[in-house]
């Protein structure tokens, strides 16, 4: 669908884009081709998309035989999808995808592509590393600065905590970078597709879980020692012995931490500690731990 069909169609539905909800409907029925291209989707599989607009996407995945879900926040969207893309086999969900409970809705294995949403991007993925069985891959549009700190390693400013348990558990690759005016409307910031492959092998759930709570607390405030605001939560014990297993130095700031050595020091306290914290999943809580990924302080 490109911009000339969309503004009528927006029109005659009464839907103004959202910039609260970060919507940016794709213009360009070539680039639409090559996300499919890259997406390669296959008769049967299970795939998942997590704001699917008016379909631009959804209706190519659909026609290629998998079995489609969708996941639509704004009403009036859904509305339509419901008449125009359900009828072709879309399983549709009306929900905020920041409070879906993924694990009941795909309890196998399942892929997702998506153009997803710039203000819940992020903590979709989040929600998402914490499955028993996280997708099998993912193929994101999503804000640049967003995809490039995805693949950020120690050392470096965009170094976070998403990173490290995305990194546990995915290969990421940036498959090419997308112009603004492949959406209407033109998004201010640079967008790309971005790829994720999960590992032949990835930490079991009760370990992802911890590494969670483990790396967000490390970098809270980043310019703070690790080991004070790990043991603020795991306590200062377990956190010295955790640290001094993982080779990891006390007085080290936690984004000079490699992902290996996170993961050893959440196996160590998943070893030692009884009462494990457990991971954030409301939509708040990691909307804001999310910010605190990247803030400099």
Known sequence: MVKAELKPLLERLGIAPSKRLGQNFLVDDQFRAKILHE??????????????????????LVASGADVTAIEFDRKIAEYLRTAVVPLGLHLIEADACRVKYA??????FRVVSNLPYSAGTIVIA????????????LLMLQKEVAERFLSGPGTADYSALTVRISAVYEGRIVRMVPPDVFYPEPTVDSALFALKRKPVIPPQNIRIILSRLARTSFAHRRKKMFKQAAAVF???VIAAAMADASVDPDIRA???????FIRMAEYIAAHTQDQPETMTDCEADAEKTLDDSSAD
């Open 39 to 60: 997406a390669d989707p296959k008769p049967g599989e299970t795939i998942l998309e997590i704001g699917p607009g008016l379909g631009a996407i959804t209706r190519g």
């Open 104 to 109: 009941s809705l795909f309890p196998g294995d």
């Open 127 to 138: 929600k998402l590393l914490d499955l028993e069985l996280p997708p099998a891959d993912m």
């Open 235 to 237: 306590g200062a014990d």
């Open 255 to 261: 984004e000079r931490v490699t992902v290996d050595q």
